[in-house]
């Protein structure tokens, strides 16, 4: 028997800028990301505080972007904040239309100059609770390896692993390593890689030729995928979206 169905997309947003910091997209982005309709959003540098952009834009939202664009259309958000500068900071979010139980942001940071987090939610689905992680990893490979083993020893601590389980965001996983980790010690495998084997290309948003950004499942069914490149989503971000429609079998 199959529960109900879920829509769930990951986006580096790029802080609300285009390509390049050429233009403030963040209004875009919002209308955009509420077209899509996902039930769960999966964001990757999201800026939750920039004092020199609210001076420099008159219509710079005063929320955290996170709250922003969650504002009147998902129920819930979390962020978790990772790189700290003078003027601001940001990291990962999780939007969703579902009620968020709890919410942590673990420090998987490797180098000091390369901030990172993990974004770790529990989420209330109708039928059960979902863990949720939002990553975005290391531009080094020796570091993303690290960063990937500390959530698998995260999540083997925290979450049952019978318990459904979505990861999702930007791996800068050039190689194609993360999945046979993942698969290994949690049970995972990725939206986009069958029937071929590999991930969805997204970046350039413009044209795509690397496969950056996944969604890795656990306990639910991939009904249908799409990567969201080319206009209007170029315009706003250097990433593609990806989006996966799923459905989860009863245990």
């Known amino acids: 028997m199959k529960m109900p169905a879920l829509h769930v997309a990951t986006y580096n947003i790029h802080k609300g800028f285009s390509q390049f910091n050429r233009r403030m997209m963040v209004h875009e982005l919002r209308e955009r990301l509420r077209h899509l309709n996902p039930d769960i959003v999966f964001l990757q540098e999201v800026q939750g505080l920039h004092l020199q952009h609210a001076e420099n834009h008159a219509d710079w939202p005063a929320a955290p972007q996170h709250e922003f664009l969650a504002d009147a259309h998902w129920l819930d958000s979390a962020y978790g904040r990772n790189m700290i500068y003078d003027h601001g900071h940001h990291g990962n979010a999780i939007l969703s239309r579902f009620p968020i139980l709890h919410s942590h942001n673990q420090d998987v940071t490797h180098l000091h100059f390369e901030k990172r987090g993990l974004l770790h939610c529990r989420i209330q689905l109708p039928e059960t609770v979902a863990h949720c992680v939002c990553v975005h ?30 990861i999702a965001g930007d791996f800068n996983d050039w190689r194609n390593r993360a999945g046979d980790q993942l698969a290994r010690r949690l049970g995972l495998s990725e939206a986009f890689s069958c029937p071929r084997g590999i991930p969805a290309r997204s970046f350039p948003a413009a044209l795509p030729m690397f496969r950056l950004d996944r969604i890795y499942l656990r306990g639910f069914a991939v009904h249908r995928t799409e990567i969201h490149h080319g206009p209007p989503w170029s315009a706003i971000s250097d990433h593609a979206a990806l989006s996966a429609h799923l459905t989860r079998h009863a245990p």
Do not use: K, N, T
């Not at 570091?143 to 019978?162: F, G, I, K």
């Open 137 to 166: 990893l290391s531009l080094f490979g020796h570091s993303r390896r690290r960063q990937m083993e500390a959530l698998a020893d995260y999540l083997e601590r925290e979450a049952d692993p019978q318990a459904p389980l979505i």
